[in-house]
């Protein structure tokens, strides 16, 4: 043999072994709901919309590979059905069903022979890795006291919450507000002492609040807000333009508030909004203009800010509740004023996946027009609020939902103010 062999692996005269080139994952992203898969690829399966049905190659070599791989992490929901064109499976032939159903897994199989045909060498499930990120820190902003105010005060990592900070930009009651960016913080619409408002205030990741940029959206206040898909929000629900509206307003990451999507759900105004499941959002509870107008229906938001349908409530029927998440992405609803105007300090956990719980009976002071903010990351905060005096008593949430007693407040005391969560760093 002569020339220069540069494949020769053996390194042994008339030897040559093949070069060893990899699988081919050139093909985009895989959406139908059918696919005919070559021998040497690997494909990306995005089954968002969809079940895919994948048949195999007709006549297949010994040695043969295909990879597939859950792009979306979706095949829990439409799964991946495989068609092995006239072989064997397993040692299965073709008239038995094969599919993967499993989010995040990925297939590797390998062709045999005729006997056992194609077998995977891999079928595992991918871990989730990357982690949504979770706010160290709180703000609290403006609300009632006796007249409009727009101080703020931040709560630490700690728990402790700071003296108030001078007002920046027009004090008002009921804004909505929730984070974006992963970081920072938004404050939009509410009361002012000229009336509904759409204006905005973005509030940096180390908690300053910025003055006033003219605002998107009808006008309106005793919205509810709650963050989704890891670093965006939505504002939605309240009295918008004169009336109670179910209007809702996304928030980009970067802190830009949309014009108004066409609503969904019943029409009200004073309910609770909060992030659970790391990326999606919930919004329950409220008054509507029906008699009697106080609810406990609930409307979940998808990570991509979709706004779901009434699904029945659970818990006390109430209005003027608030919302924290704890555990990383789980929440709790508590404390409020019910139909007959009595107030409250039951709370109602939220699972990760959106369900309600039952009353678990209260801790500390019943109040209406409380905030609620996390803090830690994976704890959460009531604050202020009125029982007909004004409150700045807070109560601590813990990691695992827990509601504390009462401690004593810090700050000026109010009520319908909001709070969002704000920095990566405690």
Known sequence: MSGTVTSNVFKASGVIAATPGGLDWSSAVITGSTLSAETGRGYFINTTSNICTVTLPASPEIGDQIVFAD????WATNN?????????????????????????????IVYSDATK???????????????VPTTFKGLFFGGVAGSRVGM?????????????????????????MCSYGGDKAVI???????????IKNLVSNSGVVASDATGVGTAGYNVMAAGYGADKGIIAYGERGGSYGNISNLISNSGVVSSDVTGVGTARGNGGGVTYGGDKGIMAYGNSAATPGEQNIKNLI?????????ATGVGTVRYDTAAVSYGIDKAVFAYGKTSGGSLISVSNLVSNTGVVATDVSGVG???WGLMGVGYDQDKGAFAYGSTGSLQNVKNLVSNIGVVAADVSGVGTARNSGAAAGFSLSA
């Open 188 to 198: 939009a619409f509410g009361h002012t002492n000229s009336g509904q408002s759409n």
């Open 302 to 310: 998808s990570n991509q800010g979709v706004v779901a349908a009434d």
């Open 117 to 131: 045909g194609w077998i995977p060498v891999s079928d595992d499930a991918v871990a989730d890795a990357p982690a």
């Open 80 to 108: 991946v059905i495989i068609d092995s064109n006239g072989n064997n499976f397993q040692g299965s032939p073709d008239t038995y069903t094969v599919d993967y159903s499993t989010a995040g897994q990925s297939l590797n």
């Open 71 to 74: 792009y979306a992490r979706t």
């Open 365 to 367: 002071t019943a109040r």
């Open 152 to 176: 703020t005060n931040i709560i630490g990592s700690n728990g402790v919450i700071a003296a108030d900070v001078s007002a920046v930009g027009t004090a008002r009651q009921t804004p909505g």
